[in-house]
Structures are given as structure tokens and as C-alpha cells.
């Protein structure tokens, strides 16, 4: 009897560990959007370089950047000038100068910044809702920053993707307004070295466009 009972004791204690553990494990739907665009191959980068480019009607403006994102080095260049600094230890040009990269970083990388922001974001989740520019039904995926730290506190993106979880579309509303701030699209998907990256972002109307070139990941 005693035998019996220590054994429907393990059986149970092992299934329970089991479930607990799928639990535990099972991605949560930042982890699956990411993790669709490549981030399981983010961890073997050791460099990623790239020019950030805007056009606007007939105005162009451009910079390129150099990180390693394993030192958190990074180096910056314009027309105003080369800039190199690391995360660690950033003077006030430094800290004005990581403002731009934060945000190109942001647009190049934007499925990635779901798990990296996961600790200062909360998020809603729809199966169902109708994409701002296609008017495609789509998934649509809302992140709502915190409003203490970071360049721009509060901030809210609504991202719309289909069964893929590659986004399409997204919309920015600065400090969770209700009125989209911006919407653009996501074009142009290229895979480079496992990373799956829009480098074409475009305006409805046409007078925007906001793109990548040059990007080389090491």
C-alpha cells in the first residue's frame, strides 16, 4: 500500500512539474511576433551597420550607424560629423546623439524591441481588426510604453500582422492618444543573416517614405 501510494506521489509530482513547466515556457505573443522575424538568430550578431533615410516631399536626410550590440559600442555619422560612444558611459552630445538611434534602431528592429521593452510595455491583443491602409482584417498587436524613463514615455504603437505575424502596418500614437500620430507601412522584407527586416516604410499619401539601406549584420 505504501508502495503504492509513493508511486502516484512521484507520477503525480512529476506530471505536475511537467505542466507547470509547459506553462512556464509557452511564448507570449511579443515573443511570437519576434521570434517569426528572426530573433533566435539576434544572439550571434556581433555587429549590425546601417543608414537611416527619410524622404519628405523633395527633402532627403540620412545617417548611418555602426552598433555591437555585445559591447553596446556604437558609432554615428552625418553630416554633422562622426560620434562614437557606448551605453556605459554617454556626456550630454553622447545622450543627445543616442535620441537618433534609439529611435532608427527602433524602426529597423521594431519586432525585436517587443522582447527587449516586454519589462516597461503592456499589451493588448486582438485576432481581429481592420488594418488603417489596406482595410485588410488583420491581427493587431497594441504596446503602451511606461511614463517614467526612456525618450519618449507613454507612447503607444498598434501593430497589425496577419497568421504570418509579419507586420504589415503599424500606428503611432505619441503618449497613448487616441489620434494616430503617424502610420506607415512595412515593405520590402530582406533576410540578412537570419533577421527578417523591413527596410521600406511608407505614408499612405506618398510624400513620406521611410527607408534602410546599406545594412550589413556581422
Same mark, same amino acid.
Given at each position: 500500500?505504501? !508502495?503504492?501510494? $509513493? &508511486? *502516484?506521489?512521484?507520477?503525480? =509530482?512529476?506530471?505536475?512539474?511537467?505542466?507547470?513547466?509547459?506553462?512556464?515556457? %509557452?511564448?507570449?505573443?511579443?515573443?511570437?511576433?519576434?521570434?517569426?522575424?528572426?530573433?533566435?538568430?539576434?544572439?550571434?550578431?556581433?555587429?549590425?551597420?546601417?543608414?537611416?533615410?527619410?524622404?519628405?516631399?523633395?527633402?532627403?536626410?540620412?545617417?548611418?550607424?555602426?552598433?555591437?550590440?555585445?559591447?553596446?559600442?556604437?558609432?554615428?555619422?552625418?553630416?554633422?560629423?562622426?560620434?562614437?560612444?557606448?551605453?556605459?558611459?554617454?556626456?550630454?552630445?553622447?545622450?543627445?546623439?543616442?535620441?537618433?538611434?534609439?529611435?532608427? !534602431?527602433?524602426? $529597423? &528592429? *521594431?519586432?525585436?524591441?517587443? =522582447?527587449?521593452?516586454?519589462?516597461?510595455?503592456?499589451?493588448?491583443?486582438?485576432? %481581429?481588426?481592420?488594418?488603417?491602409?489596406?482595410?485588410?482584417?488583420?491581427?493587431?498587436?497594441?504596446?503602451?510604453?511606461?511614463?517614467?524613463?526612456?525618450?519618449?514615455?507613454?507612447?503607444?504603437?498598434?501593430?497589425?500582422?496577419?497568421?504570418?505575424?509579419?507586420?504589415?502596418?503599424?500606428?503611432?500614437?505619441?503618449?497613448?492618444?487616441?489620434?494616430?500620430?503617424?502610420?506607415?507601412?512595412?515593405?520590402?522584407?530582406?533576410?540578412?543573416?537570419?533577421?527578417?527586416?523591413?527596410?521600406?516604410?511608407?505614408?499612405?499619401?506618398?510624400?513620406?517614405? $521611410?527607408?534602410?539601406?546599406?545594412?550589413? =549584420?556581422?
Amino acid at each position: 500500500m505504501k !508502495k503504492t501510494l $509513493l &508511486l *502516484a506521489a512521484i507520477i503525480f =509530482v512529476t506530471t505536475s512539474s511537467f505542466i507547470i513547466s509547459r506553462v512556464t515556457q %509557452e511564448e507570449t505573443i511579443l515573443q511570437k511576433v519576434a521570434n517569426a522575424n528572426g530573433y533566435q538568430n539576434w544572439k550571434n550578431v556581433e555587429e549590425i551597420k546601417f543608414t537611416f533615410n527619410v524622404d519628405r516631399d523633395t527633402t532627403h536626410f540620412e545617417r548611418d550607424w555602426t552598433w555591437k550590440p555585445k559591447t553596446n559600442d556604437i558609432t554615428a555619422s552625418s553630416d554633422k560629423g562622426t560620434i562614437s560612444y557606448n551605453w556605459a558611459d554617454m556626456d550630454s552630445v553622447a545622450y543627445e546623439t543616442n535620441g537618433g538611434f534609439i529611435n532608427d !534602431k527602433f524602426w $529597423l &528592429l *521594431a519586432p525585436y524591441q517587443l =522582447v527587449w521593452d516586454a519589462d516597461n510595455v503592456t499589451h493588448t491583443h486582438s485576432k %481581429e481588426a481592420e488594418a488603417p491602409m489596406s482595410k485588410k482584417s488583420m491581427q493587431k498587436l497594441t504596446i503602451v510604453y511606461g511614463n517614467e524613463g526612456g525618450y519618449t514615455p507613454g507612447d503607444a504603437y498598434d501593430f497589425y500582422f496577419g497568421d504570418d505575424l509579419i507586420i504589415q502596418e503599424w500606428v503611432f500614437r505619441k503618449s497613448n492618444q487616441v489620434e494616430p500620430s503617424m502610420i506607415t507601412s512595412f515593405e520590402d522584407y530582406k533576410m540578412i543573416k537570419g533577421l527578417n527586416i523591413a527596410t521600406m516604410h511608407k505614408m499612405a499619401e506618398g510624400s513620406f517614405k $521611410l527607408y534602410f539601406t546599406g545594412v550589413e =549584420v556581422n
